[in-house]
């Protein structure tokens, strides 16, 4: 690793965003909980604490796998859970403070995260490939054809049957004295269009992932990406990625910096800051929150 302060550590990072001659960002869950996307504490209790009183999980990720005895209860959850975690604005601009860094530069950017935080920010949407799907986007369960829908308008029907309003901000907000229903009324649960089968959420979970033709436009514009600047001065700046799916950024990240002794890997996590020792004097690791340390680079 780079011998470095954590001040230095920050020149060194804004020194190599200005001159790396293409950038691409690896971004993980610990993007969006710097931005606010916190998925327990304070933020589960405010929108589920009905669920988490009735069920007694104390997060949204368990929430999520909870076996529901009706799909009008499953669909309550989840519509909330939808709504918050891709409609709603992320409490802090750590998206819009990434986007000025990198918004007049080649860039793409590779994503595990499904919350559409990118795009919202300003990002074009053909420099983005999210791999594991969209809060946004429903497929059949079985799955009968690969094919996604848009969920907004289904979404917002649901809260709202549930006793919720929508902010000036989009906020979801929950009348004083409104208890909130926790079922939706059984005609709007969703079922495919063409088999009938209940449809569910496009999120990579098991074999039944549809990976529609958006996905394989995006994968397509990634490896481009990737095969145009193989040899070039790359920057690989990784932000909150864990251990979950190494496979899908971090192990890349690595194997395409030693290979190209242009390229400079940057690794941004709180917690789970580090490189290999291979790449370790063209590595940047800095071990703290992301959003500070994006705020310090603007």
């Known amino acids: 690793m780079l011998n470095l302060n954590a001040t230095n550590q920050i020149d060194a990072l804004k020194e190599r965003l200005e001159t790396a001659a293409a950038v691409l960002i690896g971004a ?4 969006s909980t710097s931005a606010g996307f916190t998925y327990d504490g304070s933020r589960f209790d405010r929108y589920f ?12 990720y368990s929430g999520g796998f909870y076996p529901y005895r009706t799909p009008e209860e499953y669909w309550a959850y989840w519509s909330r859970y939808t709504y918050i975690n891709r409609y709603m604005n992320a409490p802090k601009p750590v998206y819009e403070n990434l986007y000025q860094l990198i918004k007049d530069k080649d860039y793409f950017v590779l994503t595990t995260n499904v919350d559409h935080c990118f795009q919202k920010a300003g990002f074009d949407r053909h420099r983005l490939f999210y791999t594991q799907g969209d809060y946004g986007l429903l497929q059949c369960s079985k799955p009968c054809h690969d094919e996604t829908y848009d969920n907004e308008e289904m979404v917002i029907r649901m809260v709202h049957s549930q006793g919720f309003e929508m902010g000036r901000d989009g906020e979801l907000i929950l009348p004083e004295g409104v208890s909130p229903r926790m ?13 009938g089968a209940p449809m569910t959420m496009n999120l990579r979970s ?3 992932f549809v990976q529609d033709a958006g996905w394989y436009a995006a994968a397509k514009r990634y490896a481009d990406f990737v095969r145009r600047h193989e040899n070039a001065a790359v920057f690989y700046l990784e932000l909150g990625v864990g251990m979950n799916t190494p496979g899908i950024i971090k192990y890349p990240f690595w194997q395409m910096t030693a290979r190209n002794p242009k390229a ?10 580090y490189a290999p ?9 800095i071990n703290g929150d992301i959003g500070e340390v994006l705020k310090k680079l603007t």
């Open 206 to 208: 098991d074999n039944t």
């Open 277 to 285: 020792g291979e790449i370790g004097e063209r590595s940047i690791c």
């Open 28 to 31: 993980g869950s610990g993007l």
């Open 183 to 195: 079922e939706v009324p059984a005609e709007l649960i969703p079922h495919c269009p063409k088999c």
């Open 49 to 60: 604490g009905d669920f988490a009183e009735k069920y007694r999980f104390r997060d949204m």
């Open 264 to 273: 400079v890997y940057a690794c941004v996590n709180y917690g789970e800051a």
